[in-house]
């Protein structure tokens, strides 16, 4: 069973200025009381994982209090300079475990991670992405796969005519430390951009877990997505209140 989560929350979040000129995105408000954070991490405690690492660079200062306020296993990762998905891992990697789950500090989702776990460990993958069928597959990393889920190839952000898939990366991904290790002097930055590709190029292990039917999953990193997961937590709200 993997025991630690590794949660990105370094980036600017862009997309959503001016909202995020004094806020990572992580720590938005969803509704009255949660964060994204929070949704995030009661989701992967749900699944027992307990231990957190945060790696933090835009607005740091925000999540260190974060952090001082929960009764969370949380550690933050300070980052100087921003040093990318990839690159945020590598300068904690003193502190993972063998095994971690990656989650992108803007993706919310109820999925159920025991099948993940599953498939990393049925198939002894070294990577093993959640994937989600998506009807605008080149806003994303889209996965290439054989017949026995093992991705062939991952282009991120590809031109519509690259398209051939709809299968994406839904931004949750169990990683072995010791893949990790193997890559941590290349200067790779970008876990989809760079560290992914190189994994499939050396023929690494990577496969994919499909998200079941009646699941989802939020990238919140956009004013739309952002709207949508506020409404779904609204009506979950309501619905609960009246029940």
Known sequence: MINQSFILCAGKATRLYPITLNSPKCLLLVDDKNTVLDLIIDWLEKHEIK????????????????????????????????????????????????????????????????QLFEQHENTKA??????GKSETPWTGGVLFCDNKNRVQKIIEKPSKEECTSNLINAGIIIINKNVIEKYKNDNLFDIAKDFLPRCIEDKIKVYHQEIGDDDYFIDMGTFVNYEKLKKLFYDYNQNSSTN
């Open 51 to 114: 231990k957190h690492i945060c790696n933090a660079f835009w607005k740091k200062e925000l999540i260190v209090e974060f952090v001082k306020n929960s009764t969370k296993n949380i550690l933050v990762s300070e980052e100087e300079d921003i040093l990318g998905t990839f690159g945020g891992i590598v300068n904690a990697i003193d502190f993972l475990d063998d095994q971690i789950c990656v989650v992108y500090g803007d993706v919310v989702t109820n999925a159920n991670l025991k």
């Open 126 to 131: 070294d990577i093993t992405i959640l994937s």
